[in-house]
């Protein structure tokens, strides 16, 4: 562990989890050293298993910074919950603000996410908005994260506790196997304890736009284990976010594309089955253009739409076996 420890009273302790991308926690450690406003803070590091080389570069970047700061090492990938865990455990700070590595926050990010905690609220989120640096990369399978108002996730990119509250709530829970949903639990436990958040529009982060990829959002589905989870610990969730059934519409509309496909193949010379597929698949097709980012021709689209069918159905075969594994019906 590199660490400075003759340094002045802290009023921040800014928590990052990272796995193989040195690259990104450069750019991370640069918009941090620019940080506006008389804010004391230090930076805790924790890199959860990477190779040697990427381990060297960490520590050649923490040698570099400015600021105070903290570069810890799992000898095992343990995921982020365990990452963030050992973060804030080592902090010094009664505040902990999370980020993530592929973030870069605004030079006003920090001040701005302290000046609400001293408001009326017990933790707070700030805005994520995507990187304007990325905007090449927008497309069908690009993939970012967009938190323009308080929607219920609390995502880790932009979030602020005092650490008292994450002792109380012993942190994240690390039974949580992929990197999502151990955020939305640990605020709504928080919230189930009266704790009251706050949002602040001012603490603005920009979130890389992973560049369009249909291998990687087909990997990415299995990640939907940890909604499930999540929903199951709250089962409020269900109503907070208006889902009965169905998680997105286009989920509800790819198995309905399944299901009349599988009826033409049935009896094939059917016209009125023939209709019933053609408007279901129309329909699906003009769901899928309003959540996914759009590509460059319109044409393409007659490529996307099949592709995203392949998205949907996995991401709701995940959903199925993850609502057997929890018992928590969520599609």
């Given at each position: ?16 989890a990272t796995r193989e991308r040195p690259e990104l926690v450069a750019r991370l450690l640069d918009a941090l050293a620019a940080q506006e406003g008389d804010v004391a803070f230090e930076v805790v590091v924790v890199d959860d298993g990477s190779s040697p ?194 998680f997105r519409p286009t989920h509800s509309w790819a198995l309905g594309t399944l299901a009349a496909s599988a009826a033409v193949a049935l009896r094939p010379r059917s016209a009125i089955r023939a209709v019933v597929w053609v408007v279901v698949v129309l ?49």
């Open positions: 562990m590199a660490s400075r420890t003759d340094e002045p009273a802290l009023d921040a302790s800014v928590v990052v080389t990427a381990w060297v570069a960490l520590q050649r970047l923490s040698a570099a910074f400015p600021k105070p700061i903290q570069l810890l090492r799992q000898a095992e990938p343990g995921g982020p919950a365990r990452a963030r865990n050992a973060g804030w455990r080592a902090a010094r700070s009664p505040v902990v603000c999370f980020t993530d590595d592929d973030c870069r926050p605004e030079p006003a990010w920090l001040g701005a996410l302290l000046e609400a905690m001293r408001g009326d609220a017990d933790f707070v989120q700030g805005c994520t908005l995507p990187d304007p640096d990325d905007a090449p990369n927008r497309g069908p399978w690009s993939r970012t994260v967009t938190v323009p108002y308080e929607q219920g996730y609390y995502e880790t990119c932009n979030i602020a506790y005092p650490r008292e509250l994450l002792e109380q709530l012993d942190g994240f829970d690390e039974s949580f196997r992929f990197p999502f949903g151990e955020d939305v639990d640990l605020a709504w436990r928080a919230r189930e304890r009266g704790y009251r958040p706050a949002f602040s529009l001012a603490a603005r982060v920009r979130h890389r736009v992973w560049p369009s990829d249909y291998r990687a959002a087909l990997r990415n589905v299995r990640r939907y284990e940890g909604l499930v989870h999540a929903f199951a610990n709250h089962p409020q969730l269900r109503g907070h976010f208006g889902v009965r059934v169905f329909r699906y097709a003009w769901v899928v253009r309003q959540f996914r980012p759009k590509p460059e021709l319109r044409t393409q689209w007659l490529v996307v739409v099949p592709m995203a069918l392949g998205v949907d159905v996995g991401e709701v075969a995940v959903l199925a076996r993850s609502s057997i594994r929890y018992r928590f019906l969520l599609l």
